[in-house]
């Protein structure tokens, strides 16, 4: 197996782990892995990654309705014989691990686990939180992330090969704009901090994304390039 492949393994591990992957894809991936050492391998390396972090937030109960639904939308027990050859998918599947993912906010914590060496932990709690993908894709590239309502910080999970004399570009709109608004060219790899004294307050569902365009960014003010990531706005605190 080269490198595209497991590199492709890992990014299908992470997105089942994530939650990312659509209900058919998921399936897919179900099915497989009893069959698939690697991909095992790979989704019990991210589980063992991210349910540490279940403890980093403060517990918040949810309803008995809630409860009943997590219980109801969960599959039969497995027998003796496939908890042994699966015992990660007994853990992944428990109602008391679920129930830990549902009171921690286990999503934003799990993408804030890709970034060990960032410094994206802050003392004050975020505001929102922004998952870049590529378009038609599942494994993050991005995040976003906002402390108060003055700095927005782009952190990239991993690399992105930019043709030569080519950028990438950062920008946001929200629903009520007439045009999204540049938030600068990004460097390949490195993170961003964004002043946004010059915008209106961030909203849920705010759009932001990353496009391709000339090396010294859109000529127009607009863009112009492929979109590379795209992503929404979800509100934390």
């Not at 782990?17 to 690697?38: F, H, I, K, Y």
């Not at 992944?92 to 890709?114: D, E, H, K, M």
């Not at 929102?128 to 309502?149: D, E, H, K």
């Not at 952190?155 to 090969?161: D, F, K, M, R």
């Amino acid at each position: 197996m080269n490198g595209s492949d497991r590199d492709d393994i890992d990014a299908l591990a992470s997105a089942y782990v994530l939650g990312t992957l659509s209900g058919e894809r998921r399936r897919e991936v179900q099915e497989r892995l009893p069959n698939d050492a690697m991909l095992r391998t790979a989704v019990g390396a991210w589980e063992a990654r991210l349910l540490p972090l279940t403890a980093l937030v403060e517990p918040v109960e949810p309803t008995a309705a809630l409860w009943a639904r997590i219980e109801k939308s969960l599959p039969p027990v497995q027998t003796h014989a496939q908890v042994n050859t699966s015992a990660w998918q007994n853990r992944w599947r428990s109602v008391n691990f679920w129930r830990a993912v549902a009171a921690t906010g286990f999503v934003a914590a799990s993408v804030v686990a890709l970034l060990p060496s960032t410094g994206l932990f802050a003392p004050a709690a975020p505001q929102y939180m922004v998952v870049l993908v590529a378009p038609n894709g599942t494994a993050p590239g991005w995040v976003v992330q906002t402390s108060g309502r003055d700095m927005l910080r782009l952190v990239p999970l991993g690399t992105t090969a930019v043709p030569e004399q080519r950028s990438l570009q950062f920008w946001t709109k929200a629903d009520d704009w007439n045009a999204p608004v540049s938030l600068g060219l990004v460097q390949p790899g490195q993170p961003l901090e964004v002043k946004l004294d010059q915008l209106p307050p961030l909203v849920p569902n705010q759009l932001f994304e990353i496009t391709l365009e000339p090396y010294n960014g859109s000529p127009t003010g607009r863009p112009t390039g492929p979109i590379l990531y795209i992503g929404r706005a979800v509100k934390l605190t």
